[in-house]
């Protein structure tokens, strides 16, 4: 069972059916090539990256830096309690309430994610709609993504570019098959 009343700000709209974001997120995966691992996989690797800025600024300084070169890491908040998954059969305990903030530089789009958005992503193929954390799929590959990830999207890739998607996060994910690297980069 699924109990959107889990987050103060819900999972998906009230009026949202469940099985009908999931499916719509699954269709644009489907045309893009993309995964739900795959962006749970990201989501993770965000979070890390997040986590090594955080332990190493100084406390009462704010905590920010670029990550990659279109993605900037803005921030995190730690909020009280713990945060739980919303599926009552799913045995995934509780996490601490962090959220931590990017924006895509080139877009100006904002993510914001915790370890239960990348949860959700991997175990139960949800990306959250209707809340400060709701993404589509497609919008997550274009705007968070290493560029150059899925051709359909990027088209050719530029010097900068190139750069990215030959990143350490990049190859491994092709390693394991998480993404296609596209037709133009074969």
Sequence with gaps: MFNNHDSQELFIPKDAILDEVIKQDTRELEQIGGSFEAIADRMDQLIETAEGIISQTPRGQKCCADVEPNLRFRGYVSTRGLQFCPFSDCRKSATESREYQFMARASGKSLTI?????????????????????????????????????????????????????????????????????????
């Design 114 to 186: 915790n370890r239960i958005t990348s949860h959700l992503a991997r175990h139960h193929s949800l990306l959250e709609k209707g809340n400060q954390y709701g993404i589509g799929a497609r919008e997550f590959y274009e705007h968070f993504m290493p560029e150059g990830c899925v051709n359909v999207l990027m088209g050719p890739a530029s010097p900068e570019v190139n750069a990215v998607k030959h990143s350490p996060f990049a190859l491994l994910m092709r390693q394991r098959g998480k993404y296609s690297r596209g037709k133009n980069e074969r």
